[in-house]
C-alpha cells in the first residue's frame, strides 16, 4: 500500500518535491500546500513539469494548518516552505506537523541537520512533538545534506591513510531562481562593505559545522575545533545576468571554508566557491564543466576525487541539485515511516537505490 505525502510550499523544492513524490513507487501525493492564495486551485502537477503531467488530480490548497495533511490521507509531509527568512515559523510549523503524527522530511532547519549537535532550545520541543506523535523528522539537502556528509563518508570507505575529506559546491549562481538569496543572503552585486548574512561570522558553522562534525564522527575522529575562512571578490566589469545587472565593484564570487582540524591539520573541510559569472576569481577551484558541480576530494590511498553534476528543468544545475535533495528527502519517507519516533541526521538514513523508478523510454510519451 502507498504512503500519503503532503508538499508543503511550492518554490524551488517544493516544485522538485512534488516531482520526487509523483515519481516513487511507494508514495501517493494527496495534497500540496500555499500560503500563497493566488496559487490555490492550480493542479499540483503543473509544479512538476513534463513529469507531473497526467499523474495527479490534486490541486493546491491555501493552508498553514497540519490538519489539512491529515484530512486528506496523508502519513508524511515535505516540509519544503522557506526556512530562511523565518526560522522560528517553520520549525513550528514542522512541530505542529510532528505532533500530528506525520513523518517530516526537510530542508529548511540548519540546526537540524545534525540534531546531536541541535541547540537544546532548539531540539527539545521537536523531540517532545515526535514523542507525542509518534513520528520522525530527517531534515536534510545536498549542501548542506547528501554531498557533505554520506557521500564523502561512503567514499572514505574506498580508501584508507586518510588526512583529509573536503567537500565542495563550486557554482555560478547567475541561473539560481532566488534572487533573494543571491543577492541579499549571499551578497552578489552588493557593495564590498556589505556584511553577507550566509557569511557573517559563525553562521557557516552553525549550518555546515554538522556536516563536518557528522563526518568526523564516521571516521572515528575527534575534532579539535570548527574555524571558518571567508575570501570576498569584486567584479571587474559590469554583469548581466537573468537577474539583471551586478555591477562592477560590488561582490562578484565568496569562497569560504568550515573546517574542522584534527592535531592541528584540516582534516574535515566544507567549501564554497560561489560566483556570479564565470569569469570571476579565475583562480579558484573551477567546475568539472558548466554552471556547477559538488565534488569530494579525499586525500588518502588512493587519493579520490568524485565530481558530481545533476540536472533538471532543462539542463539547469542548481535545479539539478534541488531535485536530487528532493530525492534524497522523499526517497528517506518509507523508511522513516518504519523507524522508532526520534530525530535522524543523514548518516542514519540509509540512501535507498531506485528500486522500481527505472522508467522505459517508450513509456515516457
Ligand atoms: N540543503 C539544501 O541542499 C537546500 C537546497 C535548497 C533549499 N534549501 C532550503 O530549503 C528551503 C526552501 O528553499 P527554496 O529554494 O525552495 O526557496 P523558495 O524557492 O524561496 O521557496 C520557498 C517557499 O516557501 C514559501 N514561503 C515563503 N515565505 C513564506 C511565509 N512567510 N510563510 C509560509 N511560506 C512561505 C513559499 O511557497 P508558497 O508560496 O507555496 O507558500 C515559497 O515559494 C529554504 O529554507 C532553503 O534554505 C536547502
Not at 517544493?14 to 500540496?32: Q, T, Y
Request: some cysteine; aromatic content about 4%; charged content about 20%.
Amino acid at each position: 500500500m502507498s504512503i500519503g505525502v503532503g508538499v508543503w510550499g511550492t518554490g524551488n523544492m517544493g516544485r522538485a518535491s512534488v516531482a520526487a513524490v509523483l515519481g516513487h513507487p511507494e508514495l501517493e501525493l494527496r495534497a500540496v500546500l500555499t500560503s500563497t492564495a493566488a496559487k490555490a486551485g492550480r493542479a499540483a502537477s503543473e509544479l512538476a513539469g513534463d513529469g507531473g503531467r497526467g499523474h495527479t488530480d490534486v490541486t493546491i490548497t491555501h493552508s498553514d494548518d497540519a490538519a489539512d495533511l491529515v484530512d486528506r490521507g496523508c502519513s508524511a509531509v515535505v516540509y519544503a516552505a522557506s526556512g530562511d527568512v523565518r526560522p522560528d515559523e517553520a520549525l513550528e510549523d514542522i512541530r505542529g506537523c510532528l505532533a500530528a503524527g506525520l513523518t517530516v522530511v526537510s530542508p529548511a532547519i540548519y540546526a537540524l541537520y545534525d540534531p546531536a549537535s541541535a541547540p537544546v532550545e532548539v531540539r527539545e520541543p521537536i523531540e517532545r512533538a515526535c514523542r507525542s506523535g509518534g513520528s520522525s523528522l530527517f531534515v536534510s539537502g545536498v549542501d548542506p545534506g547528501w554531498g557533505n556528509d554520506l557521500l564523502p563518508l561512503l567514499a572514505t570507505g574506498l580508501c584508507h591513510d586518510i588526512t583529509s575529506v573536503r567537500s565542495l559546491e563550486i557554482f555560478d549562481y547567475s541561473s539560481y531562481d532566488q534572487e533573494f538569496s543571491v543577492r541579499e543572503l549571499v551578497g552578489m552585486g552588493k557593495a564590498m562593505d556589505y556584511e553577507p548574512p550566509m557569511v557573517a561570522q559563525g553562521v557557516p558553522t552553525m549550518v555546515w559545522g554538522g556536516q563536518v562534525r557528522l563526518v568526523a564522527e564516521g571516521l572515528g575522529v575527534h575534532l579539535d575545533g570548527i574555524e571558518e575562512s571567508l575570501e570576498r571578490v569584486a567584479l571587474d566589469t559590469d554583469v548581466h545576468t537573468a537577474m539583471g545587472l551586478f555591477e562592477a565593484g560590488t561582490q562578484g564570487a565568496l569562497r569560504f571554508e568550515v573546517i574542522g582540524h584534527v592535531g592541528g591539520i584540516p582534516a574535515v573541510v566544507v567549501e564554497h566557491v560561489t560566483r556570479i559569472h564565470p569569469s570571476v576569481a579565475p583562480e579558484w577551484p573551477q567546475p568539472a564543466s558548466g554552471a556547477g558541480s559538488h565534488r569530494v576530494v579525499i586525500e588518502a590511498e588512493p587519493r579520490l576525487e568524485i565530481t558530481v553534476e545533476a540536472e533538471a528543468e532543462g539542463g539547469n544545475r542548481a535545479a539539478g541539485g534541488n531535485a536530487t535533495a528532493a530525492m534524497r528527502l522523499v526517497g528517506a519517507i518509507p523508511w522513516l515511516c518504519e523507524a522508532d519516533p526520534d530525530l535522524y541526521d543523514g548518516t542514519q538514513v540509509p540512501l535507498e537505490p531506485g528500486r522500481g523508478r527505472f522508467v522505459a523510454p517508450n513509456t515516457t510519451t
